[in-house]
């Protein structure tokens, strides 16, 4: 079956930088892309961006231009999401999630950023 | 501030239909497929209807997607206690500034 396991609670103080993984299982892995969504506390979800893992094409929101870095290792199936110079705003929930119809989604990883 | 929008917030009885609106424009909703997702705090948002109106497996017949110009809709029928959650539609929106997948701010169904 279809599975994304993301890694674990992150602790960050702002200015750092985090990078979370996604381990794809049950379907070939370069066959579909990788969404990153973001929950903040109190707010909506929001779409970071996609990578393409069979080419490695990325497509992020511009707000993030310039702090967002996803990439992928398919020999272990992972894929990636660094987001650096983390203020207070990027504590959240990080997903990530299966192209082309969001199926399947990881289990979330915690990112905390506090001084 | 999403450009697609949702109701804040609605509610139903037990047994009752209720209706979810996600409301957007030509760039969005008006030229392609809306998708929506339920989520419970705490756990990671599932998929509840594809391509606006297909149900995964495994997602019962009383959820129902459709979409009318520029805007869509999520009808949940015979509502139960369960459904209580976060309610989020998202689309493909192809802005010239830079096209980009949008969620909308989501909806709190207190059933």
């Known amino acids: 079956q279809v599975q994304l396991v993301q890694s674990g609670t992150e602790v960050k103080k702002p200015g750092a930088s985090v990078k979370v993984s996604c381990k794809a299982s049950?379907?070939?892995?370069?066959?579909?892309?990788i969404h990153w969504v973001r929950k903040a506390p109190g707010q909506g979800l929001e779409w970071m961006g996609r990578i393409n893992p069979d080419n490695g094409h990325t497509k992020y929101i511009q707000k993030f231009q310039g702090r967002l870095s996803m990439t992928t290792d398919t020999p272990s199936r992972t894929a990636y999401m660094e987001l650096t110079n983390l203020t207070s705003d990027d504590t959240a929930v990080f997903y990530c999630?299966?192209?082309?119809?969001?199926?399947?989604w990881g289990q979330g990883t915690l990112v905390s950023v506090s001084s | 501030q999403s450009v697609v929008t949702q109701p804040p917030s609605t509610s139903g009885t037990p047994g009752q239909r209720v209706n979810i609106s996600c409301s957007g424009s030509?760039?969005?909703?008006?030229?392609?497929?809306v998708y929506w997702f339920r989520h419970f705090p705490g756990a990671a948002p599932t998929l509840l209807m594809s391509?606006?109106?297909l149900r995964p497996s495994g997602v019962p017949d009383r959820f129902s997607g459709s979409k009318s110009g520029t805007s869509a809709f999520l009808v949940i029928s015979g509502l139960r206690p369960e459904d209580e959650a976060d309610y989020y539609c998202?689309?493909?929106?192809?802005?010239?500034?830079?096209?980009?997948?949008?969620f909308g701010g989501g909806t709190k169904l207190t059933v």
């Open positions: 391509r606006n109106d």
């Open positions: 049950g379907y070939r892995f370069t066959s579909y892309g």
């Open positions: 998202a689309v493909w929106d192809d802005r010239l500034s830079g096209p980009n997948w949008v």
């Open positions: 030509t760039s969005n909703i008006g030229n392609n497929f």
């Open positions: 999630v299966r192209d082309p119809s969001f199926d399947y």
